[in-house]
């Protein structure tokens, strides 16, 4: 168990690995410069590896401690080249340090506070390698956090407004078109049931987000009449891959939003699929307003860069605005 838990943690797991390593710098110039034999030198090596390993736990135990960062280092070595002393007299090598006093003591407290340091660096450098995976693990939970917030915000803008504007769409159709008032119901439950139940998921089927899209653009036709147009063509075998929820209807709506359109001046949104990727673009009829905040395509391009790790590719000419979205594997 103790050995598993070990194997689990990368600090210890460095503990495991290099202090053999450390041992053997530390000990090759003892073998090569005495006349000590093969078996004491195995005993020797082995103990020197046992005790550079814990060397490490102790110094991996010491630096989770509040102590400050300069107190765990005065800690550290002063614990170990106080275990020097001890261990002059418990290792079989002892015996040639006693016969050559001032170079070789002189070589292991050196060789101690060597290995030690590098002990420490090798801990230190673990221990920062943690904390900027789990910052940029939090910073990226964050992300999303926001970015799903955005989401439940803006829908809770839109619905409002929206749902002033198709229901006064239904009153008139009721009364002049019942079949086309029933069929207009139905849409408009199904795009506020996809909105409520779906917001909390962070991925859907194309499918899905492409049922919702049009219904979304069926009611939005109603309203607008012929003044907006749009095509959708993409293949039957891509239904199954994945998409980030709402991207399709952000870039519908970013469209209508943006853009004055009249029957004179038709809106034309195509949704197809180019080059492995999903191309939605339209014509350009910019309002005279200020340039836009551009909110929900920063909000999309986030989520992307979080699910995907890359930005959407936008395409921007003076007449067309275009965006590719890729898919994800079923």
Not at 23 to 31: E, K, S, T
Not at 81 to 103: D, E, G, M, R
Not at 150 to 176: A, D, G, R, V, Y
Request: with cysteine; hydrophobic share 45%.
């Amino acid at each position: 168990m103790a050995f598993m838990i070990i194997l689990k943690n990368q600090k210890y797991r460095l503990a495991l690995i290099l202090s053999p390593l450390i041992a053997l710098y530390g000990f090759a110039p003892i073998y090569i410069f005495t006349e000590i034999d093969i078996a004491e030198s195995v005993v020797s090596y082995i103990g020197l590896a046992i005790m550079i390993f814990i060397f490490w736990l102790a110094n991996i135990g010491l630096f989770q401690t509040k102590m400050s960062t300069s107190l765990k280092y005065a800690v550290s070595y002063s614990s170990i080249l106080a275990s020097q002393v001890i261990s002059f007299f418990i290792l079989p090598f002892s015996y040639y340090f006693a016969n050559n006093p001032n170079s070789y003591y002189l070589y292991i407290i050196l060789s101690t506070v060597v290995c030690n340091s590098i002990i420490l660096l090798l801990i230190h450098a673990s221990a920062l390698n943690q904390a900027k995976i789990t910052t940029e693990k939090e910073l990226g939970e964050l992300r999303l956090q926001h970015s799903e917030a955005q989401i439940k915000n803006l829908l809770q803008q839109l619905q409002p407004h929206f749902l002033f504007n198709t229901l006064s769409i239904l009153k008139s159709l009721i009364s002049e078109n019942p079949s086309e008032a029933e069929d207009y119901t139905v849409r408009l439950s199904e795009f506020l049931r996809y909105s409520v139940q779906s917001s909390s998921r962070e991925l859907v089927t194309l499918t899905e987000e492409l049922d919702f899209v049009k219904d979304f653009l069926a009611l939005q036709e109603k309203r607008f009449g012929n003044s907006m147009t749009y095509s959708i063509e993409l293949p039957q075998h891509l239904m199954s891959t994945r998409i980030p929820i709402f991207a399709l209807q952000t870039l519908v709506e970013n469209a209508m939003k943006h853009n004055r359109f009249t029957e004179k001046k038709t809106l034309h949104i195509e949704i197809k699929f180019e080059n492995g990727r999903v191309r939605v673009s339209n014509n350009k009829l910019p309002k005279a307003i200020k340039r836009p905040s551009g909110t929900g395509l920063a909000n999309l391009n986030q989520r992307y860069q979080l699910t995907l790790g890359k930005s959407l590719e936008i395409i921007e000419t003076d007449r067309e605005f275009t965006v590719f979205i890729e898919l994800l594997a079923a």
